[in-house]
Nanobody, 125 residues
Framework: QGQLVESGGGLVQAGGSLRLSCAAS????????MGWFRQAPGKEREFVAA????????YYADSVKGRFTASRDNGKNTVYLRMNSLKPEDTAVYYC??????????????????WGQGTQVTVSS
């Protein structure tokens, strides 16, 4: 299935921005929808955003809608998550994964696979 590697996380003040990247290693994921998830300490991993295989469709969790933007560049085998107007509650480890099961809209972790190792995003208040 290959591997996905997230990067771009870091420490940012509230109101700031970050762009996360998710690069494929070992194979291409250009034919797969991709999802972004996050997990804060003591909390369940939750859906953040997803993007269709060609980037034509995106959808988001209500908590990030209007602030986060998913995009992708299949030529670079990379997907992105631009995060603006960051809030302390956005603090989490962010993961990307490929949509390997099912069709249509999904926010379920079980429908995604080839999880990356995650990148830490910390938003200070």
């Amino acid at each position: 299935q290959g591997q996905l590697v997230e990067s771009g996380g870091g420490l940012v003040q509230a109101g700031g921005s970050l762009r996360l990247s998710c690069a494929a290693s070992g194979r291409t994921f250009g034919s797969y929808a991709m999802g972004w998830f996050r997990q804060a300490p003591g909390k369940e991993r939750e859906f953040v955003a997803a993007i269709s295989w060609n980037g034509g469709v995106t959808y988001y969790a209500d908590s990030v809608k209007g602030r986060f933007t998913a995009s992708r560049d299949n030529g670079k085998n990379t997907v992105y998550l631009r995060m603006n107007s960051l809030k302390p509650e956005d603090t989490a480890v962010y993961y990307c994964a490929a949509r390997l099961r099912g069709e249509g809209y999904s926010r379920l972790t079980a429908d995604f696979g080839s999880w990356g190792q995650g990148t830490q995003v910390t938003v200070s208040s």
